[in-house]
């Protein structure tokens, strides 16, 4: 239906064109040539001919595009506030209308002299140029987010203000240009009601970038695993739909949507979340007793990251002021930062930096510190434990996809990719007689067109990460977390503000 009225709105856009070049003394079949069109149109109105190519910049051009067919519209003595909305959002209505109805006449640019701005119509330009200026930026150079969940703690903070660079990876051409400004996937006020229309839906494409993705950058994504959510406040991405599709509903589908509302999410219209990226392509991977090694080696670990440790004291307890104070947890509304183990006597679980947990080492109450393990195997990525019996802290090993790099496919692995080849990188994938058929041809190798990340949040105990859902495709890549620009818990963290995140 939405392709539909697209097409419906293309050709009436196309006939009113026709029109209006008939009228303008111009000949009317170069309405119907892209871009020629403007060109011309250009010159009729007596634009300045930068105008021209700056429309091909791409997403800021479509406003531009727009200015000029108002200017053309102008020089019709149609000059009001009406017939310039009726230009941006009934096109395919508005210019078959002048370009044939017998009371509209061109009258060229000399008209543009008699026309002055009312002080109202000042404002509402002023009002539109810093919507489009403020919409370019924001799908181009930076974007504000602010860190909604503990996941990176204690790198990143809850209501902690970043500067999301696009820059530095290239900016990525919006895939739903169709959206209301200034917010996500969700209208303002809603939790539930989409913010875009999925009438136009355009390819991957993604301009020139500063830097590829570097191993151990912070990086802001779209969700995987959150093209397909219920859509209830409870749920959405905070229970993945894939997450309840297979435990409570057993992959059934039809039973899951006949209980809950679910909706697909374009890419670009997916939650976007903010992890460190600790694997590129072609890495290896491996979680061992909750360390991270990549490639054989330990892995960086920043000093401000957090996982949860077993604490052992002589029976002298943690006052509640230093518990606060060296270790900023509050004991009334601490979240499970510190827990106390059943059965076992003045013995602690405490979700805490390396570097804390070396300065508990040295408390005189303190007999041991040690890491916490979950080694408890299932729900974890590819969800096939007979081949991958994977727990939180002792994972992989896994080597990550890397474009060009040919992935030979077994019924041993295929799990870890499924999704990749028919989800990220859009083929059909069957599975018969133990044979695998990619889009009609059989074969036991695929090639990935895509460069993929593993990304993991700093505080690994409570970070719904890669080792729920997989690897990133370089396509859900948003940008680059570049710095803090403020912070706030009961008042503003001053020494938080304007700090570089690494």
């Known amino acids: ?65 727009i200015w000029i067919t108002i200017i053309f519209v102008m020089q019709f003595k149609r000059v009001s506030l009406i017939h310039h909305t009726a230009v941006v959002f009934l096109p395919f209505i508005y210019f078959p209308y002048l370009g044939f109805s017998k009371s509209e006449k061109f009258y060229g640019p000399s008209v543009m002299a008699l026309y002055h701005k009312p002080a109202s119509r000042e404002w509402i330009d002023a009002g539109v140029f810093a919507v489009v200026a403020a919409t370019i930026i924001r799908t181009f150079v930076f974007e504000a987010y602010v860190i909604p969940s503990g996941s990176m703690e204690k790198t990143l903070l809850v209501n902690d203000f970043l500067f999301v660079n696009k820059m530095s990876y290239g900016p990525r051409i919006p895939q739903t240009p169709l959206s209301f400004p200034f917010v996500h996937n969700t209208m303002p006020g809603s939790l539930t009601t989409p913010s875009y229309l999925k009438w136009i839906q355009l ?24 093209d397909t959510i219920i859509n209830l406040p409870e749920y959405g991405s905070k229970q993945p739909y894939y997450d309840v599709l297979r435990t409570q509903f057993k992959g059934d589908r039809e039973a899951l949507m006949n209980q809950f509302p679910v909706i697909v999410h374009p890419m670009d219209k997916t939650d976007n979340y903010i992890k460190r990226c600790v694997a590129e392509g072609g890495d290896i991977l491996q979680i061992k007793n909750a360390e991270l090694f990549i490639n054989g080696q330990p892995a960086y670990l920043p000093k401000s990251s957090q996982t949860e440790y077993v604490v ?61 393990l979950d080694n408890l195997v299932g729900g974890y990525f590819p969800f096939d434990d007979a081949n991958f019996p994977y727990s939180l802290d002792n994972f992989g090993p896994v080597k990550v996809p890397k474009k060009g790099v040919t992935i030979n496919l077994t019924q041993q692995n295929i799990a ?49 990460d890669s080792r729920y859902w997989g690897f990133v495709p370089e396509t859900h890549v948003v940008g680059k977390a570049s710095m803090i620009w403020f912070s706030y818990e009961n008042g503003p963290r001053w020494k938080r503000l304007f700090n570089s995140i690494k």
């Open 416 to 464: 870890l990719y499924r999704r990749l080849i028919s989800v990220y990188e859009h083929n059909t994938l069957e599975e018969k007689e133990g044979k695998f058929i990619i889009n009609g041809k059989e074969t036991n190798s695929f090639t990935p067109i895509y460069n993929y990340y593993w990304m993991m949040g700093d505080n690994r105990h409570r970070s719904q």
């Open 312 to 372: 052992e004291t002589n029976g002298t307890n943690f006052t509640e002021d230093f518990l606060m104070t060296e270790l900023g947890i509050d004991i009334q509304n601490n979240d499970g930062q510190f827990a106390v183990f059943e059965n076992k006597p003045n013995t602690f679980k405490i979700n805490m930096t390396p570097v804390e947990a070396d300065m508990l080492k040295k408390q005189p109450n303190v007999k041991s510190v040690s890491l916490y």
């Open 1 to 65: 239906m939405g392709l539909f009225l697209f097409i419906i709105g293309l050709i009436g856009w196309f006939v009113g064109m026709y029109g209006m070049f008939q009228k303008a003394g111009i000949t009317p079949w170069k309405a119907l040539i892209p871009f020629y069109n403007t060109w011309l149109i250009v010159e009729k109105t007596e634009i300045k001919k930068y105008w021209f190519w700056l429309q091909l910049i791409p997403v800021a051009g479509q406003f531009i595009t």
């Open 203 to 226: 390819p991957y494409k993604r301009l020139p970038a500063l830097t590829p993705v570097k191993r151990n950058d912070v990086v802001v994504f779209n969700f995987p695993a959150g």
